[in-house]
Structures are given as C-alpha cells and as structure tokens.
C-alpha cells in the first residue's frame, strides 16, 4: 500500500519510521516546515515527499498527526483529494469530539480515528524513534467505517509491531484517557507545582522521578486535549480530590487504621490490575 504520513513530529516521524523498519509499504510524507521533511527524506523515514495535493490522492491509508483542533479542518479542506475508498486516520489523544462531528460527513473515503499509545516527554521529529510504538496499544474508533476498512487498519497496526489492538466508541476511549494518561498529568503537573520542588536534589529518588516524569510537558498540546475531553477528566479529578482528601482527613485525626485501610485497598487493585 501507499500510505501518507501528513505531520511528520514526534509521532508522526515515529509511524513512518516504524512503517519503514517493519514493513514494506511505500511511505509518503509532508509536514507544513518543508525542512523537517526534507530531514525525512534524506534519513530514509519516507520513501517520497511534496505537496499535499500531489501526495494525497495516492494514498490508500492517510495517518493525520496534527494538534486535535486541527484534523477535522484538515480533513474537511481536502475532502475532494482523498482517494475514493481510502482510509483517513489520526493520531490524536481524544476521538469523541473528532469522531462525531466528521461522522455527520459524507465522504467517499473511509474516516477512523486511531491513537497510538506512546509517546515521550520530549517533541518534534528529532526525538522520533522507529521503536516508540514496541509494545504499545493501538485504538481504533470507527463509526461509520466498514468493518473490513477497520480490520485493515489493525492489521497494518499489528504489522507496525503494535502488541495490542483495541476497536471500541470514541466515548469509551476518551473516558478510559482521562484516567490512564490525563489525569496523571495533571497529578504530575500539580505535584511539581510544589515550593519544595526546586529543592528536590539530595532527597528523591524512584518515587520523585515516577510521580514526576510526565510534568515535563506540551502545554500548548495538552491544554487543548485536557480542554475538548473535559467531561471525562473533571470526573477523574474529582474522583482523586475525593481520595486525597480521605487521606488528609485520616492523617489530620491521626486515624491509622483509615489509613491502613486505604493503602490496603489500594495495594490490592494495584495487585489485582497491574
């Protein structure tokens, strides 16, 4: 197959590299600064690069790699470009609000939003690696995509050397987001937020760097991800304000027993759930 890789940043340099290395599908790509895709190029991550209007009408499988507010306009703007009976996905971290407003759409190509589950703390094309997505997860969520046009995508997923794949609603995506990636960003973020941050040399360990690590941050990126999956993550904040004020409350009354009772709880899940 031709498959276009259209943003060619961390994650998008990323899924051409991967599709070089572990497949043999002709890799297109295009990025909006001319030199990062010249880089592409000339470091063999695609296979052919140009102008938009050259590239997409060839692809059989377009992957959009672009900030959330930025797909659907895309796709709208080159509806009439896109190979009749192609796939067009995206990469983006939420996929309800994407979804169900290009689902209202009718197209002659095929629209399934995807997230592959990896990333790093660092962006951009030079922190792209052909591994990033080793044992990561690959979320379809196809609405009104045939399930033939679904199962290609996974396969070629699973191809990429995805270890798992997942096909479920763009709701259920973007609650189970909120909580596994989110919500511990907005932890880590708060936690560093602490005056005693700055003073940490000499006295952290695994538990600074494991609470801390994802704090390093896209801010302009993930402000707008937090902001269009907000129902969700509101939920999840609130459920772990609820918690830490549990354990303010047993600590405050010095209630041990509370507080074993908590972590007990906790351990046991953390066991039970890995």
């Known amino acids: 197959m031709k498959i276009l890789v259209a943003g060619l940043g961390l994650i998008g340099a990323s899924i051409a590299k991967t599709l070089k290395k572990n497949t043999s599908h002709y890799v297109m790509g295009w990025n909006r600064t001319v030199s990062v895709s010249e880089k592409a190029l000339a470091d063999g991550a695609v296979d052919e690069i140009g102008e938009l209007c050259d590239l997409i009408p060839k692809a059989d499988i377009t992957f959009i790699n672009l900030f ?14 896109f190979k009749d009976g192609s796939i067009v996905t995206d990469s983006c971290g939420i996929k309800t609000k994407i979804c169900r407003r290009l689902e209202t759409e009718r197209f002659n190509f ?3 939003g995807a997230h592959p589950m990896a990333g790093r703390e660092v962006s951009g094309y030079d922190n792209s690696l052909p591994t990033l997505f080793d044992n990561a997860s690959f979320i379809c969520t196809p609405t009104h995509a ?22 479920t609603t763009p709701e259920h995506h ?23 941050a700055p003073m940490h040399v000499g006295f952290s360990a695994g538990s600074y760097r494991d609470v801390s690590r994802v704090a390093r941050i896209n801010g302009e990126m993930w402000s707008e991800l937090f902001i269009a999956n907000k129902e969700p993550l509101i939920r999840e904040i609130d459920d772990l304000v609820g918690n830490l004020e549990k354990f303010r409350k047993a600590i405050q009354e010095e ?17 039970e759930i890995g």
């Open 174 to 196: 973007d609650e189970m987001i909120a909580f596994t990636s989110q919500i511990a960003h907005v932890l880590a973020c708060s936690y560093v937020l602490s005056p005693l």
């Open 146 to 167: 045939p399930k033939s046009k679904t199962d290609t995508l996974v396969e070629l997923a699973k191809e990429m050397g995805f270890a798992r794949t997942v096909v």
């Open 68 to 81: 959330e507010e930025c797909i659907v306009p895309f796709v709208l703007e080159h509806k009439n470009e």
């Open 255 to 271: 209630d041990a027993d509370t507080l074993k009772d908590l972590m007990a709880r906790a351990n046991k899940i953390k066991e």
């Open 110 to 112: 095929y629209f399934i």
